[in-house]
């Protein structure tokens, strides 16, 4: 991150002072929730380094793996990972393609659906499957630290607070 958290504290501190009216508590936890976002999906992204894919092809390949039969059709995707339908049907696009890696074997499939021709099904290949289990472990391993000192109260707190926030943000 290149701008502290102290950083952030101090500009919005100032400008609450110059703005009375300004929300100061509001505005830094939705900045730090903002900076905390960017700063894991970098994270994430310095993680997956080497593998030939990003965060957004590691977590569509995710929702594949997770959906029923391994199947999932691009509007789902879309829905799952909150992209445009534009966004994912590129992001699909890709993942047929392995344009994120020069290796011939595909990760994902696309065909027709059977009963309703209009829709297009994404189905996990077995290449697919064992990517996901090469570079799971991998992951943990790379991130084990990230998440040192915080309990499992910790964690329930901080999801209990970031549901109820994203619980507004979704009415």
Known sequence: MNFSRTEVTEQLTSLAEKLPEYPLQEALTARLVRLTAESMSENLNQCLKGTGIN???????????????????????????????????????????????????????????????????????????????????????????LWTGFSEKDHRELQRLLGKLLDKLNK
């Open 55 to 145: 965060e957004n092809m590691w977590l569509s390949l995710l929702a594949v793996y997770l959906s029923p039969d391994q199947e999932i059709m691009p509007s789902r995707l879309s829905d799952i990972l909150n992209l445009t339908r534009t966004s994912a049907t590129r992001l699909s696009d890709e993942m047929v393609a392995n344009k994120w890696v020069t290796r011939p074997n595909k990760w994902v499939t696309r065909r027709i659906n059977e009963y309703d021709r209009r829709q297009i099904v994404l189905s996990l290949t077995k290449e697919g499957e064992k990517l996901i289990k090469q570079i799971q472990p991998m992951l943990n391993e790379k991130r084990s630290g």
